[in-house]
């Protein structure tokens, strides 16, 4: 298989990356050229946003296109439209964040997607997400595959929210755990998400479908935990009611990464994924995902890459420390 990866030098993209060149497929990359090429695959250089940015792409022919864009949503189409006679499949890894709010808990790929157009510029997270699909699906049709994620975690996240998790509880002590301690989490690695897409493009299947873990997968106390044992941490995890730590101003999902309360837990953590399992999806162990995270992040020096279109993550010191004074 001939797999072209638009991106494919950071955490999603490179996942792709590597999973496909392990399958012995022959992979091309199409980026700005900012980092460095992985090993062994083929490196063509452009910028997407800007006037004849696509040129490197004019020639050649690929089994399967992957596409992570998250920016302007034109730029897929425009991709998307001048590949489509030269390949095969268009994967197109996407959010369910495109579904419009509220998200019920159960919700699967035939809740509502917030109205968008193709051609229209950078907006929001949702929108772009949104509106890239649909220009992905106006030049492939039913060869376009539509790949809603949720929570992506895995080695190289450039996000930080496991890599928040992991340090924080390396460096031991008291550590504030939110509770409910059985709040159940879906999400997905980011290497069972690329294995998934490999194989049903190559399988020729389209369409939307939510890839991530089904619901209750983990627990946020088995996340915690199993933190406190891949770091070898003295940690004692100090749990406190969710009721205590809203009071105190602390935003789920961003001073808690991961933690959703209410309708964004129901959004986030319970979307019915039934299609992509009967499709093949297959979750890694919680243990397997949180491990290599952790070797992972040791092996840069424990910081991780972050982008710079997202927030900074985690808990202020001193907030922690405080409502460490009310929790057990």
Known sequence: MKLLVLGGTEFVGRAFVDEAVALGWEVTTFNRGTHEPRAGVTALRGDRTAPGGLAALERGEWDVVVDTWSWARAAVGAAASLLAGRAGHYVYVSSRSVYAPPVPFGADESAPVVAVAADDGDGDYAKNKAGAELGAVAAFGDRALLARAGLILGPHENI?????????????????????????????????????????????????????????????????????????????????????????????????????????????????????????????????????????????????????????????????????????
């Open 160 to 328: 930080g929210r496991l890599p928040w998790w992991l340090s924080r509880i390396a460096r031991g002590g008291p550590v504030l755990a939110p509770e409910p301690r059985d709040l159940g989490l879906q999400y997905i690695d980011t290497r069972d998400l690329a294995l998934w897409c490999l194989a049903a493009a190559e399988r020729g299947l389209g369409g939307a479908y939510d890839v991530v873990s089904p619901p209750g997968f983990a627990t946020m106390r088995q996340l915690l935990e199993t933190c406190v044992k891949v770091t070898g941490s003295d940690a004692e995890l100090r749990w406190l009611a969710a009721e205590q730590i809203l009071a105190a101003g602390v935003q789920p999902w961003t001073d808690l990464p991961i933690w959703l309360v209410g309708e964004d837990h129901d959004f986030m953590h319970g979307g019915d994924v039934s299609k992509a399992v009967a499709a093949g999806l297959r979750c890694r162990p919680l243990e397997e995902t949180v491990a290599d995270t952790w070797e992972w992040l040791q092996s840069i020096g424990g910081r991780p890459p972050m982008r710079p279109d997202r927030p900074s993550v985690g808990l202020a010191p001193e907030l922690e420390a405080r409502l460490l004074s009310q929790a057990q």
